[in-house]
């Protein structure tokens, strides 16, 4: 364990180790050799959060004057229709990230109501259509699942660090001048419930998309055209511009840059949709079956003289006894017996990739 914590403070933290209080109150970041000396003293306990980032939570009272509330940092995000960008900052730029927005939310509705409508149809042929009314807080489920996987991301950053203040590029469109717009309707109505929860976590600052290119520019930070390129100049560094344009953070090309994805498994069925041999169709999807593990969780495999770590993505059954492991881009690495997996983490239903 003591190898691991020193591994941890030195290659996932080069410079700064978030800290929590004995009450779970974020305080301000330590160096990792006083990270280090608390660990050792027996005053501080390792953690690590749903993304991938080692902490510190400390076992003593703190009485130090940095931690009194003077001091904060700012969380700086730039939202897009299937990528985000995430910086987080004091003085300088500390944490990057990348979110892969959830895909495919449309298909799998649809596919949900196909059958919602023919059990119907098997089960009450003559029963009147009765319309079910979405009510006035309705938001569309593509848009929903964005905001609440944001909202995910800001509130567990929220509890590492002390962020009061969130700088955000809105996003706009002119109705009256451009009638192609029908379907921006629903983004107006996600990022006003992602607005109106981020003003309940802090103050709320939003900036246009033409600021953002100019300090961008004036900072040298680097902007490509390929939106799916796992790198911070695709989306990162216009959330590092706006901590530098506002917040006079300078930016850091070395701080950890990291991707976040949800973990895209089969929700619970009442059966498979295709046909089986025999008439009965089996129970199919869900995240668990009764064993140990349940799909999401955080694994460590050791098998051939090789360690894994991934996320479990298969249940072992009757018929297969072998855990599904994938990797953070939801790719199988292999099969493997119970014996030769360990648990780290429960789920998170957050999968993250350090790229830098």
């Known amino acids: 364990m003591r190898e691991e914590v020193k591994k941890a403070c030195a290659l ?5 180790v978030p800290v929590v209080s004995k009450d779970g109150v974020p305080l301000m970041p330590c160096r990792p050799s006083k ?17 991938g980032l080692f902490y510190i939570q400390l076992a003593i009272e ?11 940092f700012v969380l700086a995000h730039d939202p897009g229709s299937k990528y985000d960008g995430f910086a987080l900052g004091c003085k300088r730029v500390q944490l990057r990230l990348m979110a892969v927005m959830p895909e495919d939310v449309q298909k799998k509705i649809k596919a949900r109501k196909d059958l919602r409508r023919a059990r119907r149809g098997r089960n009450t042929r003559r029963r009147p259509y009765r319309p079910r009314s979405p009510g006035s807080g309705w938001i569309a489920p593509c848009q929903l699942a964005k905001v609440q996987f944001r909202l995910a991301v800001v509130k567990e950053l929220c509890g590492l660090y002390p962020i009061k203040c969130f700088i955000v590029e809105d996003v706009r469109f002119n109705h009256y001048k451009k009638r192609y717009g029908k379907r921006f309707s629903t983004v107006e109505i996600g990022k006003g419930r992602y607005y109106r929860e981020l003003r309940g976590l802090g103050t709320l600052v939003l900036v246009e998309g033409w600021q953002t290119k100019l300090w961008r520019e004036e900072a040298g930070l680097k902007k490509t055209s390929q939106k799916d390129a796992l790198t911070p100049a695709s989306h990162a560094n216009d959330a590092a511009a706006m901590l530098a344009g506002l917040a006079g953070c300078e930016p850091d090309e070395s701080a950890p840059f990291y991707v976040l994805r949800r973990p895209e498994f089969a929700r619970r069925s009442l059966h498979r949709q295709n046909f089986q041999k025999g008439g009965v169709r089996p129970l199919f999807g869900g995240t668990t079956n009764g064993t140990f593990f349940r799909k999401g969780d955080y694994v460590e495999v050791r098998s051939a003289g090789k360690v894994y770590r991934g996320w479990v993505c ?8 072998l855990v599904g492991v994938m990797d953070a881009r939801r790719k199988r690495i292999g099969q493997f017996a119970l014996s030769k997996v360990r648990l780290l983490r ?10 830098i």
């Open 346 to 355: 429960r789920s998170g239903n957050i999968l993250w990739e350090r790229i």
């Open 12 to 16: 996932h933290f080069s410079d700064r």
């Open 314 to 321: 298969g249940l072992p059954t009757e018929k297969t006894p």
């Open 35 to 51: 990270a280090r000396e608390l660990l050792s003293g027996g005053k501080a306990e390792p953690r690590w959060s749903k993304l």
């Open 62 to 72: 703190v009485r130090s004057e940095y931690n009194s509330g003077g001091q904060h």
